[in-house]
């Protein structure tokens, strides 16, 4: 079942993911109405706890949003963040970035994730992706990005997988702030330790992993 819709999640919690019970929770999640897969996101430094799934839908994205993953935050008794995006927009352009979900190949498995979101509405059939992507492509440990499109937002935004945490950390402290700087928009960026989440992830069919 292809995934037509992304989630992103991130609940405000510090919890090492050696002590996140990601056996249970993988169950709970898989069973989910439309649920394809999850790549399990552990914060660096904060040890924050969240991922990217996708769904068949974005009804079924949004209903994960509205019902399963604000019980879950309740549970845990911490604040929480969810976004929404329709990939359909953004699936060329993340193709073209050996994004796995669109047919990219893995060649080397992540060690670390960046996400970033821009605070701007446009609508990514406006949005420059064919003059940023040759630059993408240059960045020093990039593996594949898969582009972001926020649902009624029109938020820019992407998770770009890096071979290394330190090339990881370059491209969000030193490079995307330019980026957004020419864009005179405000931004969010969250860098992820892959390493530490690998299994977490292969058990929800992650596509990230060799």
Not at 36 to 47: A, I
Not at 55 to 72: G, I, N
Not at 122 to 130: I, R
Not at 131 to 138: E, G, M
Request: hydrophobic share 45%; with cysteine; net charge negative.
């Amino acid at each position: 079942m292809p995934a037509n819709a992304f989630v992103y999640t991130e609940l405000q919690a510090s919890v090492p993911f050696t002590d996140v019970p990601w056996e249970k929770l993988n169950a709970a999640i898989a069973a989910q109405p439309g649920f394809v897969d999850k790549t399990w996101f552990s914060g660096l430094g904060n040890h924050s706890v969240g991922g990217l799934y996708g769904f068949a839908s974005v009804d079924d994205a949004l209903l994960y949003c509205t019902d399963f993953f604000p019980a879950l935050a309740r549970d845990f008794g911490v604040a929480q963040t969810t976004r929404v995006f329709d990939n359909q927009a953004t699936a060329e352009a993340s193709a073209a970035m050996d994004a796995p979900h669109f047919g990219g190949r893995v060649t080397a498995e992540p060690r670390a994730f960046v996400y970033t979101e821009v605070q701007v509405a446009v609508p990514f059939e406006n949005a420059p992706w064919q003059d940023r992507n040759p630059v993408l492509r240059r960045q020093k440990g990039l593996l594949s990005k898969i582009w972001l499109s926020g649902h009624n937002t029109n938020t820019l935004g992407g998770l770009d997988a890096f071979d290394t945490v330190e090339n990881a950390l370059d491209f969000a402290i030193n490079e995307f702030p330019k980026t957004t700087a020419a864009m005179n928009a405000a931004f969010y960026t969250r860098v992820f330790d892959a390493r530490v989440t690998e299994a977490a992830s292969r058990g929800l069919n992650s596509p990230y992993y060799l």
